[in-house]
């Protein structure tokens, strides 16, 4: 029989029995020397005397990457401070705690008529909770951890999981798109109410992208789901963003793939966002994920989904179906056209043997003239080429001057307004399903997901300009 779980995730000693490797987690050098001087280790709560001031809080562990002059503690308020080794002229311990790196586990309670949702995890914690005592982050992933850490998703769903991978959403590529796609498929040939996507936020848009494609016309949402910032952090959007997906996936009628991420800086509610539309904006903010050219598909709190829009897929309850195609070519490129950029870049993409490449050009779609000799290569060795723009906002118009009509001539072919990423892997799936390029021409050019609009609306392209009197006074009445 298995032992129960502790109800306490840390143990008081005044002598710890840590292996003598864990005392300095992370630590070397300058900083580890610091550390055995004055006779203390990571998770010791300790006062920092420097020539800086004094700091109280506990040693937490450092990072392989991190430097050896600093020593990092977490603070009364919850966030880690560095003090320089340099600084410091004395190190009190004035406690001890041994960490446990797991969540004790709660049943998840299962009830009757409440929707099933399925939480697919791709890498990292899906949640995860700060325990005060010790300064460790807690990951959660089984139903009983998530229910410990936010048991709010008890009263919204009946949850299953399953980790299908853990990378860091920087190495998400052809290989998990295709085992996420599947297991996306056969959720729903099982018959769930909804799924969830654990995820990363810095390529986030890339896979809803790309899952755009590789799963039509699916019955049910599929719901895609990040933190930016970490639970160890009293801002931390894990829990919350957790909440709203989960409602989003057990209750929406819009059965879509989407990006489900704060709307406001705020915790006021968070927004629903069209797979092939979204795009992350920000390096650190809650509300990094934007709808661009055009308006989110709703927001979504604690009680309540509310549409922005209608022309959406509705949820078919009953209905176990969808159209999976998981092609995918890997031989193609992305390039942010720069001035001054010389044509060997394009140059050796074609000699590479790369099936397609993805420009995001200037203005209306441009690059310099001496870019056209290898975009005729390009041409001629079958390479498909397709136009975006750097602007995000706006449409490719490649008649207007002569450089855009003299590029179309050289086989580049205007990709409408569809973002520079989502072109990218929509021509990946393109190439993988034919040789054809009129047949690539004729998938890349027909919206399947809403990567492309017959216009933008009034309101999708809307920028303040901080600093100015009329944006200020309305910033003043709004900001939360």
Not at 91 to 113: D, L, S
Not at 274 to 293: C, N
């Amino acid at each position: 029989m298995a032992r129960p779980p502790r109800n306490k995730n840390t143990v008081r000693k005044k002598a710890p029995k840590a292996p003598a490797q864990d005392l300095h987690k992370g630590y070397r050098g300058a900083a580890l020397e610091c550390l055995k001087k004055f006779g203390v280790k990571v998770w010791s709560d300790v006062l920092i005397d420097s020539s800086r001031g004094r700091f109280e809080g506990r040693v937490l562990p450092r990072a392989e990457s991190g430097d050896d002059q600093h020593i990092v503690i977490k603070i009364a308020s919850g966030y880690n401070v560095g003090v320089a080794v340099d600084a410091i002229t004395d190190i009190k311990e004035t406690g001890y705690a041994v960490a446990h790196y797991k969540i004790p586990e709660k049943e998840f309670p299962f009830k009757e008529g409440r929707p099933f949702v399925k939480l697919l995890g791709t890498g990292g914690t899906i949640a995860s909770r700060l325990d005060y005592r010790t300064g460790a982050v807690i990951p959660a992933f089984t139903p009983g951890e998530l229910y410990g850490a936010v048991p709010e998703l008890a009263d919204i769903c009946n949850l299953e999981t399953e980790k299908l991978f853990g990378v860091f959403s920087e190495n998400m590529g052809a290989q998990e798109y295709v085992v996420l796609a599947k297991a996306i498929a056969r959720e729903i040939e099982k018959g769930v109410d909804g799924i969830v996507v654990g995820h990363g936020t810095d390529t986030m848009h890339h896979t809803a992208a790309v899952l755009s494609f590789m799963v039509q016309k699916s019955p049910v949402p599929v719901v895609l789901v990040g933190s930016q910032r970490s639970s160890d952090r009293p801002s931390s959007d894990a829990a919350l963003n957790l909440i709203h997906a989960a409602k989003a996936a057990a209750e929406s009628d819009i059965a879509e793939v989407m990006v489900c991420m704060f709307g406001p800086t705020s915790d006021l509610y968070g927004l629903l966002h069209r797979g092939t539309r979204v795009r992350k904006m920000h390096s650190s903010y809650r509300s990094t994920f934007r709808t661009i050219g055009d308006v989110p598909l709703a927001t979504v709190n604690r009680e309540r989904i509310a549409p922005l829009r209608d022309d959406y897929a509705r949820r078919r309850p009953g209905d176990r179906k969808c159209v999976l195609n998981t092609a995918f070519e890997e031989r193609v490129a992305l390039i942010y056209y720069y001035p001054n950029m010389y044509p060997d870049i394009l140059d050796a993409l074609v000699d590479l043997g790369y099936r397609g490449i993805v420009i995001a050009g200037t203005g209306l779609g441009h690059v310099n003239k001496p870019c056209y000799p290898a975009l005729k290569r390009a041409q001629e060795a079958r390479v498909a080429v397709y136009m975006t723009v750097q602007t995000l906002w706006g449409y490719v118009h490649m008649d207007v001057y002569e450089t855009g009509r003299d590029m179309q001539r050289l086989g580049v072919i205007p990709a409408q307004n569809m973002l520079p990423e989502v072109a990218y892997v929509k021509l990946c799936w393109a190439l993988g399903r034919t040789d054809d390029l009129d047949e690539v021409r004729r998938i890349m050019l027909t919206p399947v997901a809403g990567e492309i609009t017959d216009r933008e609306p009034t309101n999708g392209y809307l920028i303040l300009q901080g600093g100015l009197p009329e944006v200020e006074e309305f910033i003043s009445g709004h900001w939360k």
